[in-house]
C-alpha cells in the first residue's frame, strides 16, 4: 500500500502475555519511529530505527519493551510479560533520510492494545 | 528535557466562529511541525514552520512561528465540523538529531 501500515489493529491480551506489534512503512523510509499515546495524552516517544539500527532507545519504558527492524523495512515491537499499564495505542511513523528537520513523519493508524 | 505545552486542551465552538490555539516552549527548537488526528486514526501533517516569524496559511489555517523559535501559534478562520479533530504540534530539537517532542494536544470540536 501507498501508506504506513500497521497490525493488528486492535489487540486485547491478559496481564502477563507478551505482544507483538508490526509496522510496515512507505517503501524507500529509510528512517521509522514507534509512539505511544494514551488517553487524553500526546504521544511519547519510544524509539526510532535509521536502518536497521537504533541509534536511541532511551523512550522505551521498560526492559520488557524491544524493537527491532529487518531488511531496512518492517518493524515489530514486542512488549513482554503485558502490564495493565501498556494499555494505549501504538502508533508507527516513516520518514525519508536522516535528521529530523523538515523532515514530515507518516503515520500508521495505530494499534489499540488493551490489557485486561 | 524539552516540553511543549499546547492550550487549550479542549475547545468546543459553533460553525462560523474563529479560534487560536498556542504551543508553547521554554526551549528553542529548530522548527515546528503541526499535525491533525482524527479519531481511529495516526496525525497527518498539516505544516512546518522553520524560520523565526515565520508565518504560514494554508487555506483558513494560518501558522505562526514565534521570534525566538520557542513558541507556535495556529489560527483557524470561519471554522468548520470537518476542522474537528486533535491538533497536536511537534518540536524539533536545536541539533536537529533528536526525536521529535510532541505537545499534548488541543481537542477541538467544531460544532455545526
Known amino acids: 500500500g501507498a501508506g504506513v501500515s500497521q497490525s493488528p489493529s486492535n489487540k486485547v491480551t491478559e496481564k502477563g502475555k507478551d505482544v507483538e506489534l508490526r509496522c510496515d512503512p512507505i517503501?524507500?523510509?529509510?528512517?521509522l519511529y514507534w509512539y505511544r499515546q494514551s488517553l487524553g495524552q500526546g504521544l511519547e516517544f519510544l524509539i526510532y530505527f535509521q536502518g536497521n539500527s537504533a541509534p536511541d532507545k532511551s523512550g522505551l519504558p521498560s526492559d520488557r519493551f524491544s524493537a527491532e527492524r529487518t531488511g531496512g523495512s518492517v518493524s515489530t515491537l514486542t512488549i513482554q510479560r503485558t502490564q495493565q499499564e501498556d494499555s494505549a495505542v501504538y502508533l508507527c511513523?516513516?520518514?525519508?533520510?536522516?535528521?529530523?528537520?523538515?523532515?514530515?513523519?507518516?503515520f500508521g493508524d495505530g494499534t489499540r492494545l488493551s490489557i485486561l | 528535557t524539552q516540553l511543549l505545552e499546547q492550550s487549550p486542551q479542549f475547545l468546543s465552538i459553533q460553525e462560523g466562529e474563529n479560534l487560536t490555539v498556542y504551543c508553547n516552549s521554554s526551549s528553542v527548537f529548530s522548527s515546528l511541525q503541526w499535525y491533525r488526528q482524527e479519531p481511529g486514526e495516526g496525525p497527518v501533517l498539516l505544516v512546518t514552520v522553520v524560520t523565526g516569524g515565520e508565518v504560514k496559511k494554508l487555506k483558513r489555517l494560518t501558522f505562526q512561528f514565534g521570534d525566538a523559535r520557542k513558541d507556535s501559534s495556529l489560527h483557524i478562520t470561519a471554522a468548520q465540523p470537518g476542522d474537528t479533530g486533535l491538533y497536536l504540534c511537534a518540536g524539533v530539537g536545536r541539533s536537529g538529531n533528536t526525536p521529535l517532542v510532541f505537545g499534548k494536544g488541543t481537542r477541538l470540536s467544531v460544532i455545526a
Open positions: 517503501s524507500g523510509h529509510t528512517a
Open positions: 511513523a516513516s520518514s525519508l533520510a536522516t535528521g529530523f528537520i523538515n523532515q514530515p513523519q507518516h
